[in-house]
Structures are given as structure tokens and as C-alpha cells.
């Protein structure tokens, strides 16, 4: 069974410009949330999407927004990038209750000149 | 506002030696706690959830509500051991976000 997968693995934009980053969960699972990881604030949850809704969201700007398609992949957008967004953007998916375990993807390395 | 706490960054020990990694957390409900391991050049993953109670790779971890704690311990570490550690935390019930701890380094030393 195909792990998750994130693309690009890595991305380097400036500031002011906009990233989308992509997400193809697990087979089968309906549930992908986004994740930021730097070295300063560590792991911080983004949002949870669930059967194209948004289910949950963390203490993100609005520069920060997703979405996910009938088929599960998800999106990540970040708009006006500032050189504070530079991070590894990780992606877990999991079948879909909160029980569930979740699986992270390798991460998108995205860097803001 | 919910919070996890791990207060060693790095830790060291011998192979052989016993090992536990702390991680405090700060909730006002009934939450569920999770240890999450990477190993070098590999992703995240789940190591144990406090509601399984199982032990893995040797590794236990028992969710104390009086000291709001959920440790990670092993009682003999071995060098396959060193990674990146992290606590985290979830409201449980609904589906929500994890809370992770800034995470522990640990090294296992031959």
C-alpha cells in the first residue's frame, strides 16, 4: 500500500508570491490534515479536511487556506508568502474518526527569499 | 488552550542504560495523549497511544491525570532507539488537530 505523498518535496519562493502544495493520502482514507514544522514553534496544526469539508482548524492568518477534492487529495495555499513561512509542511491522512491513526507524508521543504 | 511540554531536547544515554523521556501536558478536559518517533531520514509515525496501552519496541508510556504526564520509558535502550521524540495531544472525541511537544533528540551511545 502507496504511503502518503507530498509534491513538491521542495520549493523555493519570494516574498509577496503564492505556493500550493499537494497531498495524495492513503487509499481509502477521507481524512488529510496539514501541518507546519519549524525550528522555533516545532509542529503546528494547519487544518483537517474530511469529505471535501473543512473539520478543523489551528490558530493559522487567513493566507493560510486549503481544500480537498472528491478523491481525497488535498491542497495547501499559502498567499503573500513572508519569509516567516519558511518551514517543512508535513501531511498525515488517517481512515477518518479522531481514532484513527495517522499517517504523515515526508514533507514539503518550502523556503521564502 | 491546550499545551505539551517536553523539557529535554537532547538526550543521552548508554546502550543498556534505562531510558525515559518526559512530556507534561496542560488540558482541561479528558485528552489523548500519543508519542510520535522519527528516525533518521524517515517520517513521522505513531509509536504508542496511551488508550491502546500496548508496548512497542519495548517502549511503554502511562498517562498520569494527577501529575499531567504520559512519559516515555524503556528499560533497556538499544543504539536503534536514536531518534527525534515527540508527545502529543489530541481533545479526543471529534476530530481536531494534535498539539505536539518541541520534541526530544535522543541518542543511544554504544
Known amino acids: 500500500k502507496a504511503g502518503v505523498t507530498q509534491t513538491p518535496r521542495y520549493l523555493i519562493k519570494t516574498r509577496g508570491q503564492q505556493v500550493t502544495l499537494s497531498c495524495s493520502p492513503i487509499?481509502?482514507?477521507?481524512?488529510v490534515s496539514w501541518y507546519q514544522q519549524t525550528p522555533g514553534q516545532g509542529l503546528q496544526f494547519l487544518f483537517e479536511?474530511?469529505?471535501?469539508?473543512?473539520?478543523n482548524k489551528g490558530n493559522f492568518p487567513g493566507r493560510f487556506s486549503g481544500r480537498q477534492f472528491s478523491n481525497s487529495r488535498s491542497e495547501m495555499n499559502v498567499s503573500t508568502l513572508e519569509l516567516g513561512d519558511s518551514a517543512l509542511y508535513l501531511c498525515?491522512?488517517?481512515?477518518?474518526?479522531?481514532?484513527?491513526?495517522?499517517?504523515f507524508g515526508p514533507g514539503t521543504r518550502l523556503t521564502v527569499l | 488552550a491546550q499545551r505539551v511540554t517536553q523539557p529535554e531536547k537532547l538526550l543521552s544515554v548508554f546502550k543498556g542504560a534505562p531510558v525515559e523521556l518526559k512530556c507534561n501536558y496542560s488540558?482541561?478536559?479528558?485528552?489523548?495523549l500519543f508519542w510520535y518517533v522519527q528516525y533518521s531520514r524517515q517520517r513521522l509515525q505513531l509509536l504508542l497511544r496511551?488508550?491502546s496501552r500496548e508496548s512497542i519496541k519495548g517502549f511503554t508510556a502511562d498517562l498520569n491525570k494527577g501529575e499531567t504526564s504520559f512519559h516515555l520509558k524503556k528499560p533497556f535502550a538499544q543504539e536503534e532507539d536514536s531518534a527525534m521524540y515527540y508527545c502529543?495531544?489530541?481533545?479526543?472525541?471529534?476530530?481536531?488537530?494534535?498539539?505536539f511537544g518541541k520534541g526530544t533528540h535522543l541518542i543511544i551511545q554504544p
Open positions: 498525515a491522512s488517517r481512515l477518518g474518526t479522531a481514532q484513527d491513526e495517522q499517517f
Open positions: 487509499s481509502g482514507h477521507r481524512s
Open positions: 479536511y474530511f469529505s471535501e469539508t473543512q473539520r
Open positions: 488540558y482541561s478536559g479528558s485528552p489523548e
Open positions: 496511551h488508550i
Open positions: 502529543a495531544l489530541s481533545s479526543g472525541g471529534g476530530a481536531d488537530g494534535l498539539t
